[in-house]
């Protein structure tokens, strides 16, 4: 009996010296794991978001610089129609109704301005059916994010624009 007895303290020694991780230590270790996971993904959605904007100026732009360029050399007028309501630009030649391209303003920009920016034919001079603006046409969107207004003011005469 007194073997059997002392057997059984030294089970129970035994599982009591037995270590491992503690539920709070296994906790703090995913943690710490999950944050260097997260926190690159963060950034790069700031990043990604970044990029797209650039990218979008950087199509219109060119966009823009083409139609009036085929305009000057087609002897075609060319024009660029901003719907608002529907955050699309569609650029065209006036002879087919097909569109060139269309573009579709990104989710964290806002087209502010509306109606159509003309380019005549043979010279690549603007017009534009905007309201209140005179015969030198805009373009203004509004970044959602950091509230800051982006302009392309375009040039009488030229058909150049500048950015604001």
Same mark, same amino acid.
């Given at each position: 009996?007194?073997?059997? /007895?002392?057997? +059984?303290?030294?089970?129970?020694?035994?599982?009591?010296?037995?270590?491992? @991780?503690? +539920?709070?230590?296994?906790?703090?270790?995913?943690? &710490? &794991?999950?944050?260097?996971?997260?926190?690159?993904?963060?950034?790069?959605?700031?990043?990604?978001?970044? +990029?797209?904007?650039?990218?979008?100026? *950087? =199509?219109?732009?060119?966009?823009?610089?083409?139609?009036?360029?085929?305009?000057?050399?087609?002897?075609?007028?060319? =024009?660029?129609?901003? *719907?608002?309501?529907?955050?699309?630009?569609?650029? @065209?030649?006036?002879?087919?109704?097909?569109?060139?391209?269309?573009?579709?303003?990104?989710?964290?920009?806002? +087209?502010? /301005?509306?109606?159509?920016?003309?380019?005549?034919?043979?010279?690549?001079?603007? /017009?534009?059916? =905007?309201?209140?603006?005179?015969?030198?046409?805009?373009?203004? #969107?509004?970044?959602?994010?950091?509230?800051?207004?982006?302009? *392309? =003011?375009?040039?009488?005469?030229?058909?150049? #624009?500048?950015?604001?």
């Amino acid at each position: 009996m007194l073997m059997k /007895s002392n057997m +059984l303290f030294m089970k129970k020694q035994k599982r009591n010296d037995v270590e491992g @991780f503690t +539920l709070i230590e296994l906790l703090i270790v995913l943690i &710490v &794991v999950i944050s260097f996971v997260l926190l690159p993904t963060l950034a790069l959605k700031s990043w990604q978001e970044e +990029l797209e904007k650039r990218f979008f100026y *950087y =199509q219109f732009e060119k966009s823009v610089l083409h139609v009036q360029q085929m305009a000057i050399t087609d002897h075609r007028g060319t =024009q660029v129609d901003l *719907y608002q309501d529907q955050q699309l630009i569609i650029f @065209f030649t006036n002879d087919t109704k097909l569109a060139w391209r269309q573009l579709e303003v990104p989710e964290s920009i806002t +087209l502010v /301005s509306e109606n159509s920016i003309l380019f005549s034919a043979g010279k690549g001079n603007i /017009s534009t059916t =905007q309201i209140g603006v005179g015969s030198i046409p805009r373009v203004i #969107f509004t970044e959602s994010n950091a509230q800051q207004r982006v302009i *392309y =003011q375009f040039q009488l005469g030229s058909g150049r #624009f500048e950015r604001k």
